[in-house]
């Protein structure tokens, strides 16, 4: 049974930074790709980045040059550094992970994550 669990969102400044942080129970890593979704309200969750067991990584178009996503693989923990943050990227996110077989980039897909986090918020004001 895979555990996640989120931390470091908060309330910052357009153009500001943040850390997002994903707690994962061990060997996640070497058996599962991981990612970061983001729900905004009244809008449907969206992947914004994932890493594959094998490093490789993808991005939202929306997020591509600003967020970027890595992992710990002693700590167990994966990150999501969050540079020049708009308003548009206010969201609650969530840390997931799945083991649906791929090709060479791990999916950015909601249907292809099998196990989930409970959340952190982020508010990004203008």
């Known amino acids: 049974q895979v555990q996640l669990v989120e931390s470091g969102g908060g309330s910052v400044q357009a153009r500001g930074s943040l850390r997002l942080s994903c707690a994962a129970s061990k060997n996640t890593f070497s058996t599962y790709y991981i990612g970061w979704f983001r729900q905004a309200p009244g809008k449907e969750r969206e992947g914004v980045a994932a890493?594959?067991?094998?490093?490789?990584?993808t991005y939202a178009d929306s997020v591509k040059g600003r967020f970027t996503i890595s992992r710990d693989n002693i700590g167990n923990t994966l990150y999501l550094q969050m540079n020049r943050l708009e308003p548009e990227d206010t969201a609650m996110y969530y840390c997931?992970?799945?083991?649906?077989?791929?090709?060479?980039?791990?999916?950015?897909?909601?249907?292809?994550?099998?196990?989930w986090g409970q959340g952190t918020q982020v508010t990004v004001s203008s």
């Open positions: 997931a992970a799945g083991s649906v077989p791929y090709y060479v980039l791990p999916p950015l897909r909601e249907a292809d994550f099998g196990y």
């Open positions: 890493i594959g067991v094998n490093g490789r990584t």
